[in-house]
């Protein structure tokens, strides 16, 4: 994935801005990340037909789910 790999509490801050409207450069302003980082994990959940009102309501077991750690 192109960026830096985010972890559980960040991707919910992300999530949650998203929902918000927010854009995704005023989304990685508001967390201090890369806005190619917010970019690429904005691009997973378009293309698993995710929304952000689902992925809010996921606990953080499924979010991690979503991402599992490269071995």
Do not use: H
Not at 10 to 28: D, F, P, T
Not at 42 to 65: H, M, N, P, W, Y
């Amino acid at each position: 994935m192109a960026g830096q790999r985010i972890d559980i509490m960040e991707l919910r801050q992300l999530i949650q801005l998203k929902r918000k409207g927010l854009s995704n450069r005023k989304v990685a302003k508001a967390l201090g990340m890369s806005r190619n980082t917010v970019n690429a994990y904005v691009q997973i959940f378009t293309e698993r037909g995710l929304d952000f009102a689902e992925l809010e309501k996921l606990s953080e077991a499924k979010l991690a789910e979503l991402f599992p750690s490269p071995d």
